[in-house]
Every structure is written in structure tokens, then in C-alpha cells.
């Protein structure tokens, strides 16, 4: 991964877009993240995908087994990530579409993440013939600078708030919160911390997930840092695997551009009891 201060440059300016002017993005733009795609660390480099790119005509009829919240976001370009279905294949196009999504922000080019609500479907609708099957769509292109961007704040299906975000961005859970220190709920003694590392943890809590929930949390001791699922009554199946991918690359990607050969994420069991409540899984780990 090429040298930049990961978090500070890019993590920190990552915003979330609904609102696209419909000027197309240059096609050297679209060329540099296909080039970013073909060198990109895989998480899980056994199972193949193809990157693909279409426009609204091509998306605007599969609304409804595509969208954010149950809506396809008008955008002049749309990235869609193609799967083989093996274990983790979703964690993985997480990590590989946030890869090109903080790529976009390098580029100015703003970016939403879709849910995709029937892959099978969707396929069949744009009209593709490959075997594999549809792991992320991402809407991208210029931000509408003249519109005041609004997020989503939903703490459960009966209490949602519609706050204005401006170009700040979105609200997301604080160190504090994500991270504890050996054991589940341990407070976090932020001295223990190097700089990168830090850093690192930082940019984990600043990952998008599915309608801002990150159903997540991370353990960190003197050898790893965990990441623990939580139970979410809102989150699905397939945004809760992507959720997971997101945040395990904004971690490995600030680790990436300050350390060589940093270490990548695994889906071995953990080496200690971590005391887990009933609704905590444990899923992944990196050495740091």
C-alpha cells in the first residue's frame, strides 16, 4: 500500500454521500480504482471477485433488492463487487470495497455504501452472467455541495431521528466506547497505546456500518486486538459481515502505511477467554 498518513489524510475525510450531482467522474479517476482494486491486500486472498462499474439506467431498476435503507441513492456511478460464496466472502468484499471507497476519498470522489437486499435478483435485473454473486454495491461520484447532507440516527425501529450533518462528519462511537483493554468491558488505559496504534484503533471507530450502528466491539491486549460482533435487532446478516470487513480495514490500513509487512486480520480462534456477555461473538483478530 502506497505510504500516506492513513487516518489522518483519508479515515478523517471519509463522510458518507446521498447527495450526487449526476456530472460523470472522470475516466482516469475510474481506471486509478481499478488499478487500486488489481494490487489491493486481500483479507481472504482464496476467494475470487470482479469489480465492476455501471450507471443509474443500469441500477435504477433494481431498487428495491438494492439500496440504503430499502432506497437506490441517484448517483451517476454505481461499484459493484462480484463474489465467489465461500467462508468470510462478505468480511472480505467489506475490506475491499472500504479499500476503494477511502481510495475515492483520495480521489474527491464521494461515496455511499448500498445494501443489497437480494443478490440474486439484482444480478438477474443489470443483466449479468457470472457465476459469482453480488457482495457490495457502492453509488459514487461529485458531492451536491448546494444540499445539506442529513444521516440517519436509529437506536431501535421506534426511534429514529433525522439529524443534519452539514460537512461534518456523521457522529461515531468513541474510543472509549469500541475499545477495552484485555478482557470484554475492561476500560481502555489509553497510555498502553503507541501512536500508530492509536491510530489505528481510531480510524476502527470511525468505519461506516449499516445505518451508522456499529453492532461491534474491539479487545485489544499486549499481542492483538480482537474484534467482537454484538447482537443488532436493525443490522442484517449480510451488512453485519461487510460491517465487520469495513472496520478490519481501516484498521490494517493505517497499520499498513506505517509498518512493513503489517500484520493481516485472521479468523483463527482467540488465544484467551475474553469473557464475552451472551450477546458479544468473537470473530476476528490482528497482531499488532
Not at 61 to 77: D, R
Request: net charge negative; glycine share 4%.
Amino acid at each position: 500500500m502506497e505510504y500516506i498518513k492513513y487516518y489522518d489524510e483519508i479515515v478523517k475525510r471519509r463522510e458518507s454521500c446521498r447527495n450526487f450531482i449526476m456530472n460523470d467522474v472522470e475516466p482516469a479517476k475510474i481506471e486509478e480504482l481499478y488499478e487500486y482494486y488489481n494490487q489491493e491486500t486481500l483479507l481472504v486472498p482464496e476467494i475470487a471477485t470482479e469489480l465492476k462499474t455501471y450507471s443509474f439506467d443500469d441500477l435504477e431498476k433494481t431498487e428495491g433488492s438494492v439500496g440504503y435503507n430499502g432506497f437506490l441513492i441517484k448517483a451517476p456511478h454505481y461499484l459493484v463487487l462480484f463474489s465467489e460464496e465461500k467462508d468470510h466472502y462478505l468480511e472480505n468484499a467489506g475490506f475491499i470495497a472500504q479499500g476503494i471507497t477511502l481510495k475515492m476519498t483520495q480521489l474527491d470522489i464521494a461515496a455511499c455504501w448500498l445494501t443489497v437486499n437480494d443478490a440474486e435478483v439484482a444480478k438477474k435485473t443489470i443483466g449479468e452472467k457470472t457465476d459469482k454473486t453480488i457482495a457490495a454495491v457502492i453509488a459514487f461520484g461529485y458531492r451536491d455541495k448546494d444540499v445539506t447532507e442529513t444521516r440517519l440516527d436509529i437506536k431501535s425501529p421506534s426511534n429514529v431521528e433525522m439529524i443534519q450533518s452539514g460537512t461534518k462528519a456523521a457522529p461515531k462511537i468513541s474510543l472509549d466506547d469500541l475499545v477495552s483493554y484485555k478482557v470484554y468491558s475492561q476500560p481502555l488505559e489509553t497510555e498502553k497505546l503507541y501512536t500508530d496504534l492509536e491510530s489505528a484503533l481510531l480510524a476502527a471507530s470511525k468505519s461506516q456500518s449499516f445505518l451508522n450502528r456499529q453492532p461491534y466491539r474491539l479487545i485489544f491486549d499486549d499481542s492483538y486486538v480482537y474484534l467482537i460482533g454484538l447482537e443488532d435487532e436493525i443490522t442484517d446478516e449480510a451488512d453485519k459481515y461487510l460491517n465487520y470487513g469495513i472496520l478490519m480495514f481501516n484498521f490494517y490500513a493505517v497499520m499498513d502505511s506505517v509498518r512493513a509487512n503489517a500484520p493481516i486480520w485472521t479468523f483463527e480462534a482467540a488465544d484467551e477467554d475474553l469473557k464475552l456477555p451472551e450477546d458479544a461473538t468473537y470473530i476476528a483478530k490482528c497482531g499488532i
